[in-house]
């Protein structure tokens, strides 16, 4: 039988504080379920921290977050928001904006190696402070990096002893953006010569939240918040094996199709895209190499999918379709000369032409919409 946590005998962290659990790892408070019975009990995160100064993202619920949220309002800091390039909409915090307060806001965009080589790095910064002001959040500056890859990771480091000007940081994003990878490289940058650093956790008011903090001079510090999951990315409906293919893990190769309308494209089993009506026009998929792209005239897609879903339409595997939600049509006029139709945590088709409309079929729940185009 699966152990579960015994609420009778409530367990709490001896390093942060927060009640122990042994249900979910990707949730704050947990132990394996056999370090459970020991006197002095740390939880996960707090484990790592100690032993490997290294610091595991943990996800919260939505009140605990806003409370977070909040918090940093109240603080004076700079705050510093990571997003993910490749699901720049998917993983936006949305909310942010009301609880900044008086606080700069510096925005990152994380996994820029993903991104095709030839990219203009100026235009696709210009294209995330407009998205910011769309969304109502005033930026003091946009940074892109590769947080795996080491790329930008000074030019952020710059940017944050500029706009921090000797206050604290406040590190803030959805899960799955790669904080924890960032965190980790920031703290090789502000350790001593020995590869020290001095890292606690510290806690919200009004929260048993534990929030890690790394000195960054002797008055301030930087402060990790724990990640909140964004439902409305693909990536949590999916089984683990096709989260693999979905994300990708290396630099994404565009692929071109030249389409008449009357011609559907597949990205897997998991997204439909109707060319309906207009001329000929070019669509250019950004996804995973993982999800394989089949063309096919729109009058045989119902059947194909009908027979082929969880086989050559893969992703979804058989194990991830039980979990999908069903599917749900969303209709666009393409207005402009380019734009792009994003499928929240799956990528982007780029197309170009104006005039016609598409029709794309994805799971409900996961966010679909036109934007200007990013490359
Ligand atoms: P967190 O939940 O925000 O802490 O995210 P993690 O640091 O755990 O990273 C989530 C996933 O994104 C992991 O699979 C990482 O390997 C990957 N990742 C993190 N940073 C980068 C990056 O700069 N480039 C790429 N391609 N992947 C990254």
Request: glycine share 10%.
């Amino acid at each position: 039988m699966k152990e579960m946590t015994d609420y009778t005998k409530q367990k709490y962290c001896s390093g942060c504080g927060i009640p122990l659990q042994t249900e979910n790892e990707r949730l704050p408070g947990y132990v394996p379920g056999g370090a459970l019975h020991k006197e002095e009990v740390v939880c996960k995160r707090c484990f790592r921290i100690k032993h490997y100064n290294e610091a595991p993202q943990v996800t919260l619920g939505e009140d605990d977050f806003l409370k977070i949220l909040q918090q940093i309002g109240t603080s004076q800091g700079l705050i510093v928001q990571v997003v993910d390039i490749f699901d720049f909409h998917g993983s936006w915090l949305r909310g942010l904006q009301r609880h900044v307060g008086n606080n700069p806001v510096l925005l990152v965009g994380n996994k820029v190696d993903l991104l095709p080589k030839a990219i203009n790095v100026n235009r696709v910064k210009q294209w995330m402070r407009r998205q910011s002001k769309e969304w109502g959040l005033q930026i003091v500056d946009a940074v892109l990096i590769s947080a795996a890859k080491g790329q930008g990771i000074d030019e952020l480091v710059n940017a944050m002893e500029k706009w921090r000007d000797g206050r604290d940081v406040y590190v803030v994003g959805i899960t799955n953006v790669g904080k924890s990878t960032l965190i980790n490289r920031l703290l090789h940058d502000y350790s001593d010569e020995t590869g020290e650093v001095e890292i606690t956790t510290s806690h919200f008011p009004g929260t048993t939240l534990g929030m890690i903090e790394i000195p960054l001079d002797e008055q301030s510090s930087l402060f990790d918040t724990p990640g909140i999951i964004n439902k409305e990315q693909m990536s949590y409906y999916l089984a683990p094996k096709d989260l693999k293919l979905v994300m990708p893990s290396k630099r994404i190769n565009p692929t071109i199709y030249q389409l008449n309308a009357g011609q559907t494209l597949f990205l897997g089993g998991l997204v439909r895209i109707d060319y309906m009506s207009g001329g000929r026009h070019s669509f250019v998929c950004y996804v995973s190499n993982g999800v394989p792209i089949h063309r096919t005239k729109l009058e045989r897609a119902d059947e194909i999918y009908q027979k082929h879903l969880g086989e050559m339409l893969n992703p979804p595997s058989p194990e991830s379709i039980k979990k999908l939600p069903e599917m749900l049509s969303h209709e666009f006029p393409l207005r402009k000369e380019s734009q792009d139709v994003v499928i929240s945590g799956l990528g982007w088709i780029s197309i170009k032409g104006t005039g016609g409309s598409i029709r794309i079929c994805a799971p409900k729940g996961i966010g679909v919409f036109l934007r200007d185009s990013l490359l």
